[in-house]
């Protein structure tokens, strides 16, 4: 007992001094990071922009955490990695400079943290951590390691330094995937299978934006919803998916992970419109589109700044106007007219300011939202919508 | 009315994984030997059936190979428990942590390969494992959608189940499989070859689960893969061998009970019950609470745990 106990003591003591060594070598580099940057704003020479010191381009190592395996088929991740990929290519980076750390779970404080430590020690200076749950951890060690770039997917919180959060206006793809629903159905009855109830502003606007892209085209279409309660529940989206066909509904819309109900709906003879990335390989026969997210518009512009010293630490909100979100190529199961329907939406949102949540809107409840000739400002519109539009139904 | 019916059709569905994993606890646990490794053999199951489902488009293959594969990750735990005698709780929970993870791996690697970028089983099958339809039966009104229209798996589920409680209760092989979980040593006494029952019992047991997770992956699904589809569907069983008190008719009635209790938050409408949905995810859970305190109070109702599981058996310190 008393031999273990000792073992446990020197352990303890090893590992406290281990930390202890690392926390001051990475305090070094530090200090001399933030006098470079400093001589170089005194010289006043170029990009007086950034507030983080340029990284040549054979330099940049970028670190991703993703909270499953992108292999996965269809999901969230499987579109993150797209992203990255694609930043690659754009940028023409070396398959040795980008590190992915897959699995990562988002509610395990110590499998994020060595996760991302793992990332730093094998020499990444960008950060990128994709899922929700990783946010508290970014903070922190974008403090303990200010030499490195933290950038946040989905989350609200950052430094204004080296650690941001980015995310986009998925609702302005969910209004044009509600115009192809609308003009489909012939029940009038949409589907909805959320993954979060109306407490949560990201899904709830969702579906806000669907139902009046819907309602845009088909005055008379009612949405239902069914709420997992699960970001990723295989089975709960499934069941949720077969109670909206067995209420009448023959669109199935989902925001959640898996191409499940889109399936649901290819078995039951009816249609879906699919969400991250294009499920019609998953269910062609009911897929009239895909809402989908373009990530290596963000992941490219991030790397980019970074090499050129223009990295302003800034938070990133980019739209369809960016090329970040749009909805996939209609399949040939939509209605006819759909495409110049969905073409002159996407005008009025790209070329003349549209942004969905314009003016006076109708809740379900009876109350209004909004007033004439204003929008709802972004905080509004990622933090505090928890009402549905007046076609939306909660069954 | 109609919503009603289709609640219950939902209720059997979600209920036969359920219903596979429980009856084939429940002869592994009759032998006395507590495998926590269900999930873990359906995962096994589900990927296996499902790859041979891809490769050979045959579904009755794909079943077969499905049973082949939950029941060589229980000959896995019979070897180590049985014949090495290594701890049962912790096999079990290995044996979940690797079914998994093989299943996700195999899954992955497949998916890597595909040039689409997605699994999906052909057509055949998904035709196959669709809902039967007998005509002059599944067209009568309500009973015809209620008794005759499920998938396959389903009646398979239902006969294996009657099948067992037959086999346990009106078969020597049955009575000699109670005895060895009763008592191994007196059972040895009396001339049962106790280390052959075992290894008998547990393998068919990884079989029955097996089947059970090949609904998970082809069914629950749709016959696309995705990784962790049995998504601890195989630790409800393990809950649901008590509820069904360890006989395989009572886990026909239990298991379509929780198929019922996990699909009523989609169709209880939440105009008339505005319960927040967390409730009912909590729900199933509050039942079995509820049905353990009300089994273990009921004094004269006889409770059918085996008296030796978990202990395994050493012959020479009979």
């Known amino acids: ?395 | 009315m109609e919503i009603l019916i289709k609640f219950l059709v939902a209720a059997v569905g979600a209920g036969t994984p359920l219903l596979f994993g429980t009856v084939g606890e429940i002869l592994t646990e009759k032998t006395g030997h507590l495998n926590l490794g269900v999930e873990g053999m359906m995962s096994i199951g589900a990927c296996v059936g499902f790859m041979v489902g891809y490769y050979t488009d045959n579904f009755a293959l794909a079943i077969l190979a499905s049973a082949a594969a939950g029941a060589f990750s229980a000959l896995i735990y019979a070897v180590l428990t049985v014949t090495f005698m290594a701890n049962q709780n912790v096999t079990g929970l290995t044996l979940t942590i690797f079914g998994i993870g093989f299943a996700n791996f195999i899954g992955i690697f497949i998916l890597n390969k595909t040039p689409e970028g997605t699994l999906k089983l052909p057509e055949n099958i998904t035709a196959a494992m669709r809902g039967i339809s007998i005509s002059g039966l599944s067209e009568l009104p309500v009973v015809g959608e209620l008794l005759f229209s499920y998938s396959p798996f389903v009646y398979i589920g239902i006969i294996i189940a009657c099948i067992s409680a037959w086999y346990l209760n009106h078969t020597k092989a049955g009575l000699n499989l109670k005895a060895v979980g009763e008592n191994p040593g007196a059972a040895d006494a009396a001339g049962i070859k106790v280390t052959s029952v075992k290894y008998r019992n547990i393998i068919l047991g990884g079989a029955i689960c097996g089947i059970g997770g090949v609904y998970c992956s082809m069914i629950i699904n749709g016959g696309v893969w995705i990784s962790n589809n049995v998504g601890g569907l195989g630790w409800i069983a393990v809950a649901l061998v008590i509820f069904a008190n360890w006989q395989p008719a009572y886990a026909i009635l239990g298991s379509f009970v929780f198929g019922a209790l996990r699909v009523l938050k989609y169709y209880i409408p939440q105009s008339v019950l505005p319960f927040p949905i967390a409730f009912y995810d909590m729900l199933p859970f509050l039942i079995t609470a509820l049905v353990l305190v009300i089994s273990s109070m009921r004094k004269s109702g006889r409770i059918n745990l085996p008296a030796a599981l978990g202990l395994n058996y050493f012959r020479e310190e009979r």
Not at chain 1, 132 to 139: I, L, S, Y
Not at chain 1, 216 to 223: A, G, I, M, T
Not at chain 1, 301 to 325: K, P, R
């Open chain 1, 1 to 395: 007992m008393k031999k273990l106990l000792s073992l446990l003591v020197v352990s303890a003591m090893v590992v406290s001094l281990c930390a202890c060594g690392s926390n001051q070598s990475t305090q070094e580099p530090a200090e001399t990071a933030e006098t470079t940057e400093a001589t170089e704003t005194t010289e006043g020479t170029t990009e007086a922009t950034g507030v983080m010191p340029a990284i040549a381009k054979e330099d940049i190592k970028v670190g991703v955490i993703h909270i499953t395996d992108p292999a996965e088929g269809s999901g969230y991740t499987y579109t993150h990695d797209l992203g990255i990929q694609g930043m690659q290519k754009n940028i023409g980076l070396d398959d040795s400079q980008i590190v992915r750390k897959n699995n990562v779970n988002d509610s395990d404080a110590t499998a994020i943290e060595n996760a991302i430590r793992e990332c730093i020690e094998e020499g990444c200076n960008i950060i990128f951590a994709t899922s929700w749950g990783f946010m508290d951890t970014c903070e922190a060690l974008a403090e303990e390691f200010p030499e490195v770039i933290f950038s946040h997917g989905t989350g609200y919180k950052s430094n204004g330094v080296n650690f941001n959060n980015y995310f986009g206006r998925i609702y302005q793809a969910r209004y044009l995937a509600g115009i192809a629903a609308g003009l489909k159905t012939e029940s009038n009855k949409l589907g909805y299978v959320a993954a979060m109830g109306q407490d949560n502003s990201e899904v709830t606007g969702g579906i806000n934006a669907f139902a009046m892209g819907a309602y845009s085209v088909n005055p008379d279409c009612e949405v239902y919803v069914k709420v997992t309660n699960s970001w990723f529940d295989p089975e709960g989206e499934t069941q949720a998916a077969q109670a909206l066909v067995d209420l009448g509904c023959d669109v199935i819309a989902q925001h959640c992970d898996t191409p499940n109900p889109q399936t649901v709906a290819e078995q039951n003879g009816v249609w879906g419109v699919g969400y991250n990335s294009d499920m019609s390989k998953d269910a062609p026969d009911a897929v009239l589109t895909s809402v989908m997210w373009d990530w290596s518009v963000y992941y490219t512009y991030a790397v980019q700044s970074v090499i050129d010293g223009t990295w302003s630490g800034e938070n990133y909100f980019g739209g369809m106007a960016d090329g970040l979100v749009d909805i996939a190529a209609l399949s040939d199961l939509c209605a006819e007219g759909t495409q110049e329907a969905v073409d002159a939406a996407r005008d009025q949102i790209i070329n003349e300011g549209f942004n969905v949540f314009d003016g006076v809107i109708e809740t379900n409840d009876g109350s209004t939202v909004g007033a004439e000739g204003a929008t709802l400002s972004d905080a509004e519109i990622t933090g505090s919508m928890n009402w549905y539009f007046k076609n939306v139904v909660v069954k």
